[in-house]
Nanobody, 126 residues
Framework: QVQLAQSGGGLVQPGGSLRVSCAAS????????VGWFRQAPGKGYEAIQC????????TFAGFVKGRFTVSRDTAKNTVYLQMNSLKPEDTGVYYC???????????????????WGQGTQVTVSS
């Protein structure tokens, strides 16, 4: 079973950048599809991007529009979500989630993932 610990995020002005990290322990992350989700206040999980075991990634959210990039550092056993040109509507709690049963593909459904990070607050405000 993999454990996920998130870091990064915080408060940023509109147009700024943030990187959220998802560090794994207990198992190599390259064995998992890792998805990023966000939850705005009062709303459900929204799929952003997912990186598959073969390193390819899928963008599910139309709002990304080239602003967000998911990547994986195998040596650090960490997956990152780099977010640029942030907007106030990007505010929310961001979660990483990992699942082996999706091999080799990804999913945009939060219910398919059984291993979750603790969540990281991202606030975009001037």
């Amino acid at each position: 079973q993999v454990q996920l610990a998130q870091s990064g995020g915080g408060l940023v002005q509109p147009g700024g950048s943030l990187r959220v990290s998802c560090a794994a322990s207990g198992s190599p992350l390259e064995k998992y599809a890792v998805g990023w989700f966000r939850q705005a206040p009062g709303k459900g999980y929204e799929a952003i991007q997912c990186i598959a075991t073969d390193g390819t990634y899928t963008t599910f959210a139309g709002f990304v529009k080239g602003r967000f990039t998911v990547s994986r550092d195998t040596a650090k056993n960490t997956v990152y979500l780099q977010m640029n040109s942030l907007k106030p509507e990007d505010t929310g709690v961001y979660y990483c989630a990992a699942e082996t049963l999706l091999l080799p593909s990804c999913s945009d459904y939060s219910g398919d993932f059984t291993n979750w990070g603790q969540g990281t607050q991202v606030t975009v405000s001037s």
